[in-house]
């Protein structure tokens, strides 16, 4: 039995099918998608509450050690929640991730930042915090974490 | 036009890399004021920063980004006719990048 497409069925479906799954390939293996879509987003990182959980998902590890090499700059007062200037600067070597959190927020893990060696340990940015509290900063450096904190007064929460 | 814009300012051979994207960030718990409905959660995940198409940063991000996020970078090296290219992709799968040459 031959259909209108001069093709038998079978073969017609076998030929559909097996292109739908190399376009299927083609999309898995980012060959469609433009870059900032290929590499995951810690989505776990992101719904979990606890630093230590944040930092078991994202680094394997929980130990963190204080230190005063990573400079948080950060108003002692958040007149408006919803913009909180926030400048992290360090002057440990071999920074590669840096991680700011807040733990009185919905979403606890602000960002994640990955540095290439390429670029000064400095980001700037602005962020949202629900009430008064400490904003952390973890640091990765030679693949040891290393953390500061700021108390933050917060007069309208921008959650 | 664009979503993002893109500031590059070189000093000392280190370029100061500033940007600004276009982005509401909802958090998925605030209500619309008219119709009482909650607005769902629309907000960017990834940011990518390229330098002649090598990654140099890329950021991982929540809804503690302020609406209309604002980032700074220091980026070391850099040459004049070098290309800074910013790309971001939210949860709803929407997306932009935008390129800037270092003068």
């Given at each position: 039995m031959t259909s209108i497409l001069g093709q038998p069925p079978r073969r017609r479906f076998l030929k559909s099918a097996f292109s739908v799954l190399c376009l299927g390939l083609v999309a898995k293996f980012g060959l469609i998608f433009p870059?900032?879509?290929q590499a995951t987003w810690p989505e776990k990182a992101f719904h979990a509450k606890k630093l230590s959980e944040v930092l078991l998902n994202l680094f394997q590890q929980t130990e963190t050690t204080k230190t005063k090499r990573i400079r948080l700059k950060i108003?002692?007062?958040?007149?408006?929640?919803a913009f909180v200037p926030v400048t992290v600067t360090s002057t440990?070597?071999?920074?590669d991730r840096l991680v700011i959190f807040v733990a009185?927020?919905?979403?606890?893990?602000?960002a994640d930042f990955e540095l290439s060696?390429?670029?000064?340990?400095f980001v700037r940015t602005r962020i949202r915090m629900a009430d008064t509290g400490h904003v952390i900063v973890v640091a990765r450096a030679d693949g040891k974490l290393y953390s500061t904190q700021k108390q933050v007064s917060v007069t309208v929460g921008g959650c | 036009m664009s979503s993002i814009k893109i500031r590059l300012k070189s000093i000392n051979g280190v370029t100061r890399i500033r940007t600004l994207i276009a982005h509401?960030?909802?958090?998925?718990?605030?209500?619309?004021?008219?119709?009482g409905k909650t607005i769902p959660a629309h907000f960017i995940q990834r940011i990518v920063v390229e330098h002649n198409d090598r990654e140099i940063t890329t950021c991982s991000l929540g809804t503690g980004i302020s609406k209309d996020p604002y980032f700074s970078f220091h980026f070391k090296g850099g040459q004049s006719g070098d290309r800074i290219r910013i790309s971001w992709v939210d949860n709803q799968g929407q997306r932009d990048s935008a390129e800037r040459i270092i003068k």
């Open positions: 870059r900032a879509a108003p002692g007062i958040a007149q408006d929640g440990l070597k071999q920074v009185q927020n919905p979403v606890p893990l602000i060696p390429s670029m000064e340990v | 509401p960030m909802e958090t998925g718990r605030n209500k619309d004021k008219v119709s």
